[in-house]
């Protein structure tokens, strides 16, 4: 079920903590370990989140005599970026419709973002308040109540708006949805005034932030916690099993989309987030976009942007 908003305008407000790709993407080598071993990233270290590069780890080898000093041997690596800006280049996007992407292959550390707009998450934003939820659990030293497992029951897995907005009060709405990202590292994701959880603003690449948290275990989320909230992800209900999965190999996905018709305009918001697995691979990937004539055209475009996302790790 998803009708959140329909009659509202577009709010101009922009992003609190609103921070430019490029910044988030500036080059200083981080180090940290992940379940494919070690990772090497470029960008701000964000906290308890990986901000992760298109270049893999260069390779040290040892000196063929004693005294001599270790050299180092960068490999040939793939530019992952610009590979998917020439993907994107083949997807039809629809007149005065926008999309971005993003993509991470945890177990190597790449990554790939085309565009760095901000746009409205519509539903995707349900995954974000029952992460700011079990946080603040874990915080509490306590685990969900029965009413609250319900609500994120239907909120996750059959889109229900009034769940959100009942565990959006929970949170405490805009300011607990922004102290929890803070935690998390997003950057560039406010959220919505008010009851208007829909309206929340986002990019691609805080997206990817957001999934490190649900899937990574480099998170302040707790294993518990992880495993509670994918396990949702991967129970969406038949209907709504579009838009990422459009990447993944059968059943290997967890997801959660967001569509959302705009009053003011008639167009629509078309989001999904969440894992996929190709060729016992797993990727994180975030598509949003806006502006297309009806729900189902923006689906399309989605699942091709998704497509062109996870294609760009298969030529290197």
Known sequence: ????????????????RRASLRAALALVAVAGVTAGGTVYVKGRARPAAVAVSSAAAPTVTASAGAGEEASVREPATADRSALLSAAMAQVEVPPGARVSAAVLAPGSGESAVYGDASFDTASIVKVDILAALLLQAQDAGRRLTAPERAYATKMIE?????????????????????????????????????????????????????????????????????????GLMKSVEPDQRWGVSAAAEGTSWALKNGWLPRGTTGLWDVNSIGRVTVDGTDYLVAVLSDGTASQARGI?????AAKAAVGVFGDA
């Not at 959140?4 to 407000?13: M, T």
């Not at 399309?300 to 091709?304: G, H, I, P, R």
């Open 300 to 304: 399309t475009l989605v699942e091709a």
């Open 158 to 230: 059959n889109s229900d708006n009034a769940s959100a907005t009942a565990l959006w009060r929970t949170i405490g709405r805009a300011a607990g949805l922004d102290a929890a990202n803070a935690r998390f590292g997003l950057t560039e994701t406010s959220g919505g005034e008010g009851g208007l959880w829909g309206l929340t603003r986002t990019t691609a690449a805080d997206q990817l932030v957001l999934l490190q948290q649900v899937f990574g275990e480099r998170s302040k989320l707790s294993a518990a916690s992880r495993t509670y909230l994918q």
């Open 1 to 16: 079920m998803e009708s959140f908003g329909a009659r509202r305008g577009r709010r101009a407000r922009p992003p609190r």
